[in-house]
């Protein structure tokens, strides 16, 4: 969907990344590192420094305590930590349970381990979770729970009495729980709750994060993974033979951005959240029906309003038809019925983008 912006000249808000970069002393510390010589293999768990940051920035939030020796893991993005995670706890034959819509690596992963995907399906327009089909979905066959929260593509934001009833539910199964928080400092309504900070979780709960959602670095694919030192272990035998390691020059920048004020966190949701209500008061102005998420850089609409029934055909028309791009739902979900006439738009974008996308779309459907 990227190549076809480019191609159209099309504004881009199908793909999550923003279009300005992250805090200066980020970028500037990630130069002083080159320069200062740290262009060779960093040490496959990722170099102290930034183990420690991520400690400390895990305690800063959650106020859970990790030894950065043992139960931090430095991985290439979160995309590593979850194929990693995969491949190293779950066998073939086993399954994985999964919010539905899904962020499109957990379903290729599920495959590569060949493990079965059991969906747990978060509805429009609210997404919250269905606590009784969570329950149903455990099967002797589960080997773990697979949780993204803020969530991609819908922006659902876990509550804490959702999470209570995940942990309850993965303490009586004896679950192991992996959970995708990278969008953990972009929430509006309510604040993001670290499953692992739930009674009895902390000792089954891996954790990702990532500097490209954090820090608006996409491209330094530096990601990390919190947990119990056999889990990480677990993660990092495979992470050893996918990527060994990466990103020498960005662990030692990404260790300084973990380490920057809560101004620095607060402010990123509070800026985004202008843009969110930027982007969905403009969407909402064209007669689109609106999901406005609670977390994360995505907002959802329905398009049948303006007379489509699929998002696909609608998001194939859009460049030629307005020069917008977004994204179709239809790639997220299994349930087409529901997930076919939504669609996606990114709003970390700068607000004259947003603008731009909004009268290009009012002068296409007004
Ligand atoms: C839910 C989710 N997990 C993981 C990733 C990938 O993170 P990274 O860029 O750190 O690999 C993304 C990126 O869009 C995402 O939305």
């Not at 420690?52 to 930590?81: K, N, S, W």
């Not at 994360?296 to 055909?313: I, K, Q």
Request: proline share 7%; hydrophobic share 40%; aromatic share 8%.
């Amino acid at each position: 969907m990227s190549a076809l912006a480019t191609a159209t000249r099309s504004v881009n808000l199908g793909q999550g990344f923003p279009d300005s970069d992250g805090p200066e002393e980020v970028v500037d510390a990630a130069i002083e590192a080159i320069r200062a010589g740290m262009n060779q293999y960093p040490p496959g768990p990722g170099i102290p420094e930034l183990r420690e940051a991520v400690a400390h920035h895990r305690q800063r939030f959650t106020g859970l305590a990790y030894d950065p020796d043992t139960e931090v893991l430095v991985t290439t993005g979160a995309t590593e930590a979850i194929a990693a995670a995969l491949l190293g706890l779950v066998d073939p034959g086993d399954e994985v349970v999964v919010l539905e819509p899904y962020y499109d690596s957990y379903v290729a992963c599920i495959g590569f381990a060949g493990a079965l995907r059991r969906p747990v399906t978060l509805r429009p327009p609210t997404y919250d979770l269905d606590v009784d089909q969570l329950r149903d979905a455990v099967t002797d066959r589960t080997r773990l729970l697979l949780l993204n929260t803020p969530h991609n593509p819908t922006g659902a934001v876990l509550s804490r009495e959702e999470l209570e009833a995940v942990a309850a539910l993965a303490v009586e199964r004896d679950l192991v729980v992996v959970v995708d928080e990278v969008y953990e400092h972009m929430t509006y309504e309510r604040p993001h709750v670290a499953a692992a900070t739930l009674p009895g979780m902390r000792e089954r709960t891996l954790s990702f994060g990532s500097a490209g959602k954090t820090f608006s670095m996409t491209g330094w694919k530096i990601g990390w993974v919190t947990g119990p030192a056999d889990l990480v272990a677990a993660v990092r035998t495979v992470k050893q033979f996918l990527t060994y390691t990466s990103g020498a020059p960005f662990q030692p920048a990404v260790a300084r951005g973990l380490r920057l004020p809560d101004e620095y966190f607060t402010g990123l949701a509070s800026t985004l959240r202008g843009k969110r209500d930027r982007l969905c008061a403009g969407l909402a102005g064209l007669g689109l029906e609106v999901h406005v998420p609670r977390g994360t850089y995505f907002a959802t609409t329905d398009v049948r309003p303006l007379g489509y029934a699929s998002g696909l055909d609608f998001c194939r028309e859009l460049p030629g038809r307005a020069g917008v791009v977004a994204i179709p739902h239809a790639v997220f979900w299994d349930d087409q019925e529901i997930g076919g006439p939504l669609v996606r738009w990114a709003f970390c974008k700068a607000d004259l983008v947003l603008d731009e996308a909004v009268a290009r779309l009012a002068t296409a459907f007004g």
